[in-house]
């Protein structure tokens, strides 16, 4: 297992590096040349060829590109993403002001999905191939099939423009957050519960299933205290997944609810031009989700005997 765990942090150290070299280059492949942008963004917008060669040499833009790339690096490794092109604010201090807003919707996602999802799942199992397993499969398949930014718009025209409940836009208390995190949540929500079900599903067909079930005990105490903890390991692999998927996959959503997330300001910076922010965004998100995965990966093995004994086969 230990031969395992190290291979898995080469593998992450590897992974992590490519990030940044694709994020780096991103940059640099993207149309429209840094030092004039950035001179347009001051007022300049007629620039002279002096002076945006001068703003190159500023911007260290005419250093060779392995240079170029340390020298983000080392700031990258500070906390120093550089300065929007757009505002000339720091970046770094951009997403500070930001991600707790995107990390807040990720939660109550993630809340929501977990409640839902295994709920409704359980229900499934224990009721399959009735007519409850089944309307709960094809509500599952409905919320597969449906865009997330459909759901939105839907939700905004029922909850907000015809009831009146919600508030439509805008970062306040929970009731800002029910409708973006259930936009978010619904595709999450339908995946939970099908691999909830199946997984308990896989249990019912085992010996100390039977032994319990013959011996007469509460449903309570055997689906939920016996069942249910040998059925959730899938689950909590999931949901660490859809943790980051969900902080790199908010961005439409944020537009939508107007929510000054991370995401948001990806988009908007796109139209902008903000390279320095969007790479600070790319870089943090597959971060986030690569460290999430590998972190689960190996919880996985440590806590479930069966995925241990592959891993030390591995050694073997």
Sequence with gaps: MKKYIIERMKSLFIVLVGITIITFLLGLITPGDPAELSLSRGGNYSPTSEQIEQRREEMGLNKPVYIQYLDWIKGVLKGDFGESYSSNESVSEMIRRKLPITVKLALYSIGITSFLGISLGIISAIYKDTLIDGSINLMNNIMLSLPNFWLALLFILFFSEILGWLPTSGNGGWKHMLMPAFSLSLV?????????????????????????????????????????????????????????????????????????????????????????????????????????????????????????????????
């Excluded at 909830?196 to 449903?219: D, H, N, T």
């Design 188 to 316: 999450t929500i339908a995946t939970t519960a099908r691999v909830m079900r199946s997984s308990m599903i896989q249990e019912f067909g085992k010996q100390y299933y039977l032994a319990l079930k013959s011996k007469g005990i509460s449903k309570f105490n055997l689906y939920i205290r016996n069942i249910l903890p040998n059925s959730i390991l899938p689950i909590l692999t999931l949901l660490a997944n859809f943790m980051g998927s969900i902080l790199g996959g908010s961005a439409v959503i944020e537009t939508i609810f107007a929510l000054p997330g991370i995401g948001s300001y990806a988009i908007e910076s796109i139209y902008l031009k903000d390279f320095p922010y969007l790479q600070a965004y790319v870089l943090i998100t597959g971060f986030v989700f690569v460290l999430v995965t590998t972190l689960i990966d190996i919880v996985s093995i440590i806590i479930d005997p069966k995925i241990r004994i592959g891993a030390d086969s591995y050694e073997n």
